[in-house]
C-alpha cells in the first residue's frame, strides 16, 4: 500500500463542464475524507464516509458537488457545472474508524488540482 | 463554532535559532489539536498530536486551555524544517467529525 492516491492529479477544465476526481484510501482505512485548499487558505472539510456511508456534508459542499464510496474502498467527488470559483487543490484523506488508536489520525493523498477557464 | 487562527503567515528564523509556531484556537468542548506540515513538493503530514505528548524532529506543542493555545516550538531551527505548517483542532460530536484547519504559517530558516 503506497498511501492515499488521487487522480488526476491536475485537471484543466471549461466552466460549464462536469468533472469527477478519484480518490484510493489506505486499504485498512474505513473513514474517507474530503477536503478543499485554495491558495493562501488551510484546507476546508468538504465531506467525510465511514465506510460507505456518508455521514457529514459541509456546507460548502453546493448541490453541484457529489462524493460516493459506493463499496466502503475508493471514492468519487464530481463536480457538475464548474464555475472559476471551483478552481483549488481537492485533498483526500483516510483514517481508522472511530475507538482505535489512529483513528483521529489523517493521511493525506497528494490532491487534484483544478482549474477552471 | 470551531475556529484556529495561526495569526503568522510567514516566519523567517536563523539557523540555529528557536522558533515559536502560534496557534489559537476557539472551541466550547475538550479540544484535540495536531500540527500538520507540508515539506515543498510533499504533501500533507501529521507532525505531532498534543495526546501524545511527544517530540517529533525536535518539536514540541504543549496544549494551554487557559490561553487557547497550542504554539508549536523548536530551541534550534534547521534549514530542513522549512515548510508550511498548519494547526488543526479536531471537533467532534453530534454526528460531525471535522478537522479544522487555521490558515498555515509558512517557516523559512535563513543559513
Known amino acids: 500500500d503506497t498511501g492515499v492516491s488521487q487522480n488526476p492529479r491536475h485537471k484543466i477544465t471549461k466552466r460549464g463542464q462536469n468533472v469527477t476526481f478519484r480518490c484510493d484510501p489506505i486499504s485498512e482505512h474505513n473513514r474517507l475524507y474530503w477536503y478543499r485548499q485554495t491558495l493562501g487558505q488551510g484546507p476546508e472539510f468538504l465531506t467525510y464516509?465511514?465506510?460507505?456511508?456518508?455521514?457529514?456534508k459541509s456546507r460548502l459542499l453546493s448541490d453541484r458537488f457529489s462524493a460516493e464510496r459506493p463499496k466502503g474502498s475508493f471514492s468519487t467527488l464530481e463536480i457538475q457545472r464548474t464555475e472559476q470559483g471551483d478552481s483549488a487543490m481537492y485533498l483526500c484523506?483516510?483514517?481508522?474508524?472511530?475507538?482505535?488508536?489512529?483513528?483521529?489520525?489523517?493521511?493525506f493523498g497528494a490532491g487534484s488540482r483544478l482549474t477552471v477557464l | 463554532a470551531q475556529r484556529v487562527t495561526q495569526p503568522e503567515k510567514l516566519l523567517s528564523v536563523f539557523k540555529g535559532a528557536p522558533v515559536e509556531l502560534k496557534c489559537n484556537y476557539s472551541?466550547?468542548?475538550?479540544?484535540?489539536l495536531f500540527w500538520y506540515v507540508q515539506y515543498s513538493r510533499q504533501r500533507l503530514q501529521l507532525l505531532l498530536r498534543h495526546i501524545s505528548r511527544e517530540s517529533i524532529k525536535g518539536f514540541t506543542a504543549d496544549l494551554n486551555k487557559g490561553e487557547t493555545s497550542f504554539h508549536l516550538k523548536k530551541p534550534f531551527a534547521q534549514e530542513e524544517d522549512s515548510a508550511m505548517y498548519y494547526c488543526?483542532?479536531?471537533?467532534?460530536?453530534?454526528?460531525?467529525?471535522?478537522?479544522?484547519f487555521g490558515k498555515g504559517t509558512k517557516l523559512s530558516v535563513i543559513p
Open positions: 488543526a483542532l479536531l471537533y467532534s460530536g453530534a454526528g460531525s467529525y471535522q478537522l479544522t
Open positions: 484523506a483516510s483514517s481508522l474508524r472511530g475507538g482505535t488508536g489512529g483513528a483521529n489520525v489523517l493521511t
Open positions: 472551541y466550547s468542548g475538550s479540544p484535540e
Open positions: 464516509f465511514q465506510n460507505e456511508a456518508q455521514l457529514e
